[in-house]
């Protein structure tokens, strides 16, 4: 089945902790996204990669960092830098020549 | 002005229903135009991808580009209670880099009541 995947679907980290989100895809894709998703704040993109081995930041990358070692694969590191790192964070791929993306089903993150 | 505008509701109905999303843009360059369906804790689902203007249908759901009035709509025949969801509007234009370019709405939060 191709699809994209995230895990883990639910964490909790500690203040100070930095923690590391998966995701894969087999969609054979070359472009990745991550957004930050909050209530009433709508999608908000954190990092991109259209290629292996280089990203941008979007919107809201302070306090996150990124790597895109394979094709398959964008890992998201929270870091303890990010100030309300509580939230909902959604990976996505597309084609290199499509106007569209596709999600995964996402991770929630919360701080205690 | 925001680039695209979306009502977030909440929209409560009742089955079987035509329900009416809507969004708007100032963006004229914006050509492709997409709406996700987003279910409570899930990731957003593509629904309808749409070129330009005109009408796209696809079972109970219709998509309407209206690009002189920078508006489009999605709208959803016979709603069930399967439907409720929020929703997504979703647009980029052509030639301004990749999907990194699409923009969002914030989303409509849709209740269909059995």
């Known amino acids: 089945d191709g699809g994209i995947t995230q895990s883990p679907k639910y964490l909790f980290r500690k203040e100070g902790q930095n923690v590391t989100l998966s995701c894969e895809q087999n969609l054979n894709h070359d472009a990745m996204y991550w957004y930050r998703q909050d209530p009433g704040q709508g999608l908000r993109l954190i990092y991109y990669?259209?290629?292996?081995?280089?990203?941008q930041k979007g919107d809201i990358a302070e306090g996150y960092s990124v790597s895109r070692e394979k094709k398959e694969s964008f890992p998201l590191t929270v870091t303890s830098a990010q100030k309300n790192p509580t939230a909902f964070y959604l990976c996505?791929?597309?084609?290199?020549?499509?106007?569209?993306?596709?999600f995964g089903e996402g991770s929630w993150l919360t701080v205690v | 002005q925001k680039e695209v505008e979306q009502d977030p509701g909440p929209l409560s109905v009742p089955e079987g229903a035509i329900v009416s999303l809507n969004c708007t843009y100032s963006?004229?360059?914006?050509?492709?135009f997409m709406w996700y369906r987003q279910y409570s804790r899930k990731g957003p689902e593509l629904l309808m991808y749409?070129?330009?203007?005109g009408n796209k249908e696809d079972g109970r759901f219709t998509a309407q580009v209206d690009k002189s009035s920078k508006y489009i709509s999605l709208f959803i025949r016979d709603s069930q209670p399967s439907d409720s969801a929020t929703y997504l509007c979703a647009m980029s234009a052509q030639g301004q880099g990749g999907s990194e370019k699409l923009v969002f709405g914030k989303g409509t939060k849709l209740t269909v009541n059995p």
């Open positions: 963006n004229s360059a914006f050509q492709y």
């Open positions: 990669s259209q290629i292996v081995n280089d990203f």
């Open positions: 996505a791929s597309s084609p290199s020549s499509g106007n569209t993306i596709y």
């Open positions: 749409t070129y330009s203007s």
